[in-house]
């Protein structure tokens, strides 16, 4: 397949706020057989933007605040991976389109089942040039590989998680708009568990010469469900404007992440921060398919950025 798979919205649907169980079915059909599909009108587009411009803007506050914090932190296999602050986290930057959208948890609730659960609220940033004006792109990768890490045999488990995206600009070929390898999320093994370049390296030339690669070309306003499974790679971003996607983790009800381990060593349930301003709206959604483990503090929120900085930092004194 050399298209993106892609669901398309009627007014209608958006007018309801309800995907047709016709629609969920092709949906899920393309997550299961391509690992990925794109829903069209998803999201309102005024929504988005707000986002957009709070991120930017607490960018260009973060660094003044940090001069010698460095957002471009290493990324695998060698190349250059692009971090920049998570979303905001104020009630004002919250929107029930994109953190409880109706369209999304249909189709990750027909695949995973009843109690999904949201286990992370997270960005992805690719800025205009990498590291000294360098223009890189980032290697082949997956976000996380076999259920089981002695799981074998032709064909991989159902995911116990998927991915979704919700870009915040246009993605285009020029901003580096994300590589997809189409059905590699069925890959055994998976590169993820992988830990030698040049195994990597061939196996991925290999897929090359009869499934090649595709882009994620689409508007704002689209959502994407994803198998976290598939190989996928950041391209560079040719414009002066930052590439920034938002992206959710939609897990099994079972299914728990875990922060980084603490001073001690030991890791904990991770868990989503927001201002107590957001406690009523992420509540009173409680009764929709979705749940966030989530916990409130007094405004300003700044966990989202803490968590940034210490991800990254590499002891650097700012």
């Known amino acids: 397949m050399h298209e993106l798979p892609t669901i398309s919205l009627t007014q209608k649907e958006r007018e309801n706020q ?13 997550v299961e057989n391509h690992g990925m599909v794109v829903i069209q009108g998803a ?13 930017l803007s ?30 905001p986290r104020a009630r004002e930057f919250l929107f029930e389109d994109i953190i409880f959208n109706p369209y999304a948890i249909a189709v990750t609730e027909s695949i995973l089942g009843r109690g999904v659960h949201c286990g992370s609220y997270n960005s992805h ?41 919700v870009p915040l600009v246009d993605f285009t070929e020029a901003n580096g708009a994300t590589e997809l390898w189409l059905g590699t999320h069925k890959a055994v093994p998976s590169i993820f568990d992988l830990r030698e370049y040049d195994e990597i390296k061939g196996i ?20 994407i469900v994803r198998d976290p499974r598939m190989w996928h790679a950041a391209f560079p971003n040719l414009t002066n404007e930052p590439r920034v996607m938002l992206t959710m983790k939609h ?20 868990v989503i921060a927001f201002e107590r301003s957001a406690r009523e709206f992420l509540y009173y959604r409680t009764r929709l398919p979705l749940k966030i483990r989530c916990r409130f503090v007094d405004p300003p929120c700044r966990d989202h950025i803490w968590e940034a900085l210490s991800r990254y930092w590499d002891g650097t004194p700012l």
């Open 204 to 223: 991925v030339l290999k897929r090359m010469e009869t499934n090649p690669p595709i882009r994620l070309l689409v508007p704002t306003g689209s959502l």
């Open 58 to 87: 607490e960018h260009e506050d973060f660094l003044k605040r940090f001069p010698g914090y460095p957002l471009r932190g290493p990324g695998g296999f060698g190349a250059e991976a692009f971090k920049g602050l998570p979303p």
């Open 125 to 165: 940033w690719v800025f205009s040039s990498g590291p000294d004006g360098q223009r890189v792109r980032q290697s082949v990768h997956a976000d996380c590989g076999s259920l089981f890490s002695n799981e074998g045999g032709m064909y991989p488990l159902s995911p116990a998680l998927l991915t979704v995206n």
């Open 18 to 30: 309800a995907i047709s169980k016709e629609k969920i079915a092709r949906a899920v059909q393309c």
């Open 251 to 270: 897990c099994r009800n079972w299914y728990r992440d875990l922060a980084p381990p603490d001073a001690d060593g030991e890791q904990k349930q991770s």
């Open 43 to 55: 999201v309102e587009k005024k929504h988005v933007l707000e986002v957009y411009q709070q991120m």
